[in-house]
């Protein structure tokens, strides 16, 4: 197995090996799995064969999460360029950009040519759609490198699920206003998911169109200009959406409408779980602080990060946007979710356990200690927010209620 040898500040090698390697790999065969549900239908003609992605997104990996536990081991700063700097782990991010459009390709030629009832289509309209958001996120994983080829794999990507406007919108605006009340990405304590995609959707939307409106008005273009990048990604989906039209018929349409939904859901899923509540603090001069590892919640959940190219580590993503996927750290003491992704969409998708498990741990993290003008509350909730967790009637969070417990 491959490793990376460095010198420590006193002098000692050290020798590192990635011994996650060969698992990321599980991060290229993700977007193919409505494939296999694809096949055990045609195998058996049971149209519950469909459900199978959605069983082991939501069911089964939340509980090999659990079961499996976490990594919280760290690639030492002695090697991390060495460790950013193989291509092999760069190259996984490539290989996948085709195979996102391979598995939408081969899911609207299933859903459109075969008979199927309108439950089972719009299932595996659904599925391809959900494996289509894990194309945002390697557009995300893309986008943020400065290799003019990783940024346009990022913008032929994101044409797979239409959200063209994701990479522009997410560096230049997220990252900028994250764990802000202005930031349409951030979720607020006492916000629900289904209140927070109504916000963050159109939000990051109108965000993205907002500052590429400034670039191109700062060089003397209009928006409406072939420079547009992200008319450029529209383009591609437009011809991609023409193409699967021709192709096999007005069936298509219901397909990319389903399809588009579920992607944007996923992001927005994503979001809604990365920054819950979480805020920076301004200084005397009403700036916000730079951007800190406990502004992002963090997974180390081995599994989950393995079929996500470690988008869970988002600590230290924030906090280094530039970092590889492979060299991203876990860091102690920061905002912790219970479980990976997949679980936590589950969670978040039941407001009234999500508000239960995640507003105590929430109102426990070391930099909140109970305080509400240390969180980013939703004004229509304040109210209730401030009768349950106004100091008053605070309590010393138990051993079990820290993150990580």
Excluded at 25 to 52: C, D, K, M, R, T
Excluded at 176 to 194: C, H, L, W
Excluded at 330 to 344: E, R, V
Aim: proline share 6%; with cysteine; glycine share 6%.
């Amino acid at each position: 197995m491959k490793g990376y040898t460095g010198v420590l500040p006193n002098g000692e090698a050290i020798h590192y090996v990635d011994r996650k390697r060969w698992l990321w790999l599980l991060s290229v065969a993700y977007p193919l799995q409505p494939f296999v549900a694809i096949w055990l239908h045609a195998s058996s003609g049971n149209e519950l064969w469909f459900l199978l992605p959605l069983v082991s997104n939501y069911l089964i990996a939340p509980v090999l999460d659990w079961a499996i536990g976490e990594d919280r081991n760290n690639p030492p700063e002695e090697v991390v360029m060495q460790l950013d700097q193989d291509l092999y782990y760069r190259r996984l991010t490539y290989i996948v950009v085709p195979l996102h459009f391979i598995t939408m390709l081969g899911a609207a030629w299933y859903a459109a040519t075969q008979s199927l009832s309108w439950w089972a289509f719009a299932i595996l309209a659904a599925v391809a759609g959900i494996t289509a958001g894990f194309a945002i996120n390697t557009g995300h994983e893309l986008g943020h490198k400065n290799s003019k080829l990783e940024k346009t794999l990022a913008k032929i990507v994101l044409a797979v699920p239409a959200y063209g406007h994701f990479s522009l919108e997410h560096n230049r605006g997220h990252h900028k206003d994250v764990s802000t009340p202005s930031d349409p990405a951030s979720a607020r304590m006492g916000e629900s998911i289904y209140k927070f995609a109504m916000r963050e959707i159109p939000g990051a939307f109108r965000r993205a169109w907002q500052i590429e409106n400034e670039r191109l008005t700062s060089r003397g273009k209009p928006v409406w200009h072939p420079g547009n990048v992200i008319l450029q990604s529209y383009a591609i989906s437009a011809a991609i959406s023409v193409g699967l039209l021709l192709l096999f018929g007005w069936k298509v349409i219901p397909f990319l409408v389903i399809h588009n939904v579920f992607a944007y859901w996923q992001l927005t899923s994503a979001n809604y779980i990365e920054h819950y509540g979480l805020l920076r603090e301004r200084d005397v001069k009403g700036r916000y602080e730079r951007c800190q590892p406990h502004h992002s919640w963090n997974s180390n959940h081995i599994l989950s990060n393995l079929v996500l190219f470690h988008l869970e580590r988002h600590s230290d993503h924030h906090t280094h946007p530039l970092r590889r996927y492979q060299s991203l750290r876990h860091f102690d003491d920061l905002p912790s979710l219970p479980n990976g992704y997949f679980g936590m969409y589950v969670l978040a998708y039941i407001p009234w356990l999500w508000f239960r498990v995640m507003d105590k741990r929430l109102m426990a993290l070391p930099h909140v200690q109970g305080d509400l003008d240390k969180v980013n509350i939703d004004p229509d909730a304040a109210g209730a927010i401030f009768l349950k967790w106004g100091r008053d009637k605070m309590v010393e969070p138990t051993i079990t209620d820290m993150p990580g417990i």
